[in-house]
């Protein structure tokens, strides 16, 4: 036995080739109109010289398409070589890299065609001279070459619809896929008689005046996005020859969501293609051209590599210098900005330091010192305080500030995450939770004296709130409309949870929950009964008794409304009966 064995070539199955490029590779039957344009550009690219590259199609009476240039064409050796075997390709170099000029490279993209055609026949002259050939190619494998019938140097290939995919090569349908791929090529291409082709990217176009093209580039966006977006940016990477225009939505838009219109080489690639920007740029929609990216075998997408990642970042770059040029020369288009994108922007901020700087330094929140940027309002604290909640923040948003202790409202979605990162921007920043109880305790007692001639009332006050499991306080706090503020610190209300756990569970888990019940220290919540109310001076001043006892029911009632704190059916219970009494007490008679 010899141990070289005779030698064979692989034999590839056509339709097999076929069904593994439909399934598998591309999107849609679609692209075969792409790669029919871009081999007749590349045959124009390669055949240089100053004759206008011209590419005609022409869907045909009978339901066939043909598709001429004046390109390079192809010898009779040529076409064997390149266009009966798959795989081959006359765009890579030794190395198999595809050559710089062209955007072929796999010799896979005429077999496109036979998603939608039995038969492609290709008549072809090539400018190295030889007479026209005629190549005619068959799905399931077979080819004939004779001699073409063709004067000019270049190629025109004719598709013959397979049964089911003439809609396919219909005119209106060939138009419409035509100039969705080609309207920015350089060369004049004519889709039954009419020009489909531009003679210039919108963003190339030249205007004397910025304002007429930015006014221009934003009609162009509103035609391919739909709705007109608020702003453009320009784009420039010039290692990956990429130029192009960033649309800013003009309504919110969700990170992740929605991708760009990549051309390369002039000629579409994708016209949602994820992966340019930066995830966090997740506002703006890009329409750009490259001549460096690298497409996917399918052309449909980009190939992630290190250019595209590093395209990436000049990208995110270019978006960053326009929002910090916004921020310093247009604060009110900025405003806008955020107006629009504030929610995501927030979401980027919790994990990207740059938009969290953008976020500090132009987001207006709702603190009690009126509605301001973070960085404005942590200006000479040494403490942010936050509250955890809108209701929260109603309710103490006043007196906190008048005790000294201004808040911000971490009300909405993100804001808790955005505060307690912000000490990543400077770490002298320190942010907490405000906790009521602390707040409480900040509140102005009563001179001593005054304490005194306060105590018969204050003592009511604990034996009618004993029963509702809380204490009274008397402080002097603005605002002086407030009669008295139900608050709940921390410890108080996790306390308090663990006992409504343990309540409402079995034996075990209620032992379990005791556990945690530091019973030594009661923590419970507190009526602060402010001092510069009239109304409490006037109860200080009332006897004990029944009606004494109603007020504080009421008031207590009345706190927890004012502060949306949850009401237990004992809260109730007191609410009602201290209304009803008291009303009873202002009609004690029937009308005269
Ligand atoms: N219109 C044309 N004019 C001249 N040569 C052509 C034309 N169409 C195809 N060819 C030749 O046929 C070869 C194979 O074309 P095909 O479209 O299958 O692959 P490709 O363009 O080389 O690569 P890709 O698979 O990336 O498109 C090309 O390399 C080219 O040499």
Redesign the pocket.
């Not at 390109?71 to 192809?74: A, E, M, Y």
């Not at 081959?88 to 765009?91: F, L, N, V």
């Not at 955007?103 to 077999?111: E, T």
């Given at each position: 036995m010899s141990t070289r064995g005779e030698e064979h070539r692989f034999q590839v199955d056509l339709r097999g080739v076929v069904d593994l490029l439909s399934h598998h590779l591309y999107a849609s039957p679609r692209v075969f109109v792409r790669?029919l344009l871009?081999?007749?550009t590349?045959?124009i690219t390669a055949r240089g010289g100053d004759e206008p590259g011209r590419v005609t199609i022409e869907p045909l009476p009978d339901g066939a398409l043909r598709v001429s240039?004046n390109?390079?064409?192809?010898t009779e050796e040529?076409v064997h070589t390149?266009?009966a075997s798959v795989g081959?390709?006359?765009?890579r170099d030794e190395l198999g890299f595809a050559r710089q000029d062209f955007?072929?490279?796999?010799?896979?993209?005429?077999?496109s065609c036979f998603m939608v055609a039995d038969a492609i026949e290709?008549v072809?002259r090539s400018a190295r001279g030889e007479g026209a050939v005629r190549w005619t190619g068959y799905s399931d494998g077979r080819y004939t070459v004779a001699a073409g019938d063709r004067d000019e140097t270049g190629?025109t290939?004719t598709l013959r619809p397979r049964v089911g995919a003439e809609h396919w090569l219909k005119p209106e349908t060939v138009r419409q896929l035509a100039s969705s791929y080609a309207h920015l090529l350089d060369v004049d291409v004519t889709v039954s008689g009419e020009r489909i082709t531009e003679p210039e990217a919108p963003w190339e176009v030249k205007y004397d005046d910025p304002e007429v093209r930015r006014t221009a580039l934003l009609d162009y966006g509103a035609t391919l996005l739909g709705s007109r977006p608020m702003e453009v940016i320009d784009l420039d990477v010039p290692e990956a020859g990429l130029r192009g225009v960033g649309f800013v939505l003009a309504s919110p838009a969700a990170v992740g969501q929605g991708g760009h219109r990549v051309y390369l080489k002039r000629m579409l690639v994708s016209e949602d293609a994820s992966k340019l920007m930066p995830e966090w740029a997740f506002f703006v929609r890009c329409v750009v051209d490259t001549s460096q990216l690298r497409p996917t075998a399918s052309?449909e997408a980009l190939y992630e590599d290190d250019l595209l990642s590093s395209v990436r970042e000049s990208l995110g770059e270019q978006v960053r210098t326009w929002l910090l040029d916004l921020s310093a020369n247009h604060p009110e288009r900025l405003a806008a900005f955020l107006r629009v994108h504030h929610l995501g922007v927030k979401a980027l901020a919790v994990r990207d330091d740059e938009m969290l700087r953008l976020v500090d330094a132009w987001l207006p929140f709702e603190t009690s010192r009126g509605s301001m940027p973070l960085r404005v309002f942590r200006r000479g604290l040494a403490m942010i305080r936050y509250v955890e909640t809108v209701d929260e923040f109603r309710a103490l948003a006043a007196i906190a500030s008048a005790a000294g202790t201004p808040v911000v409202n971490a009300g909405y979605a993100y804001d808790t995450e955005i505060l307690e990162r912000l000490s990543r921007l400077d770490p002298d920043i320190r942010v907490r939770r405000l906790d009521p109880g602390e707040l409480a305790a900040r509140l102005e007692p009563l001179p001593a004296e005054q304490e005194i001639t306060v105590a018969p009332f204050l003592e009511t006050a604990r034996s009618v709130l004993r029963e509702l499991e809380c204490v009274p306080l008397i402080r002097q706090f603005d605002p002086v409309t407030m009669p008295a503020l139900y608050v709940i610190s921390q410890r108080a209300r996790t306390q308090d949870a663990v006992r409504r756990g343990r309540e409402a569970s079995d034996e075990l888990w209620a032992d379990v929950l005791s556990a945690f019940d530091d019973v030594t220290v009661e923590h419970r919540p507190e009526l602060v009964l402010n001092w510069r109310h009239p109304l409490i001076r006037k109860l200080a001043s009332y006897p004990p008794g029944p009606a004494l006892r109603h007020a504080v029911e009421a008031l207590y009632g009345q706190a927890l409304l004012a502060g949306h704190h949850p009401l237990r059916a004992v809260d109730s219970a007191a609410l009602n009966r201290s209304f009803l009494a008291l009303l009873d007490r202002a009609f004690p008679s029937e009308a005269p």
């Open positions: 790669e871009q081999n007749a590349d045959a240039d390109g390079i064409g192809l040529e390149f266009l081959r390709t006359s765009k955007l072929g490279q796999f010799g896979i993209g005429l077999l290709v072809t190629t290939v052309r």
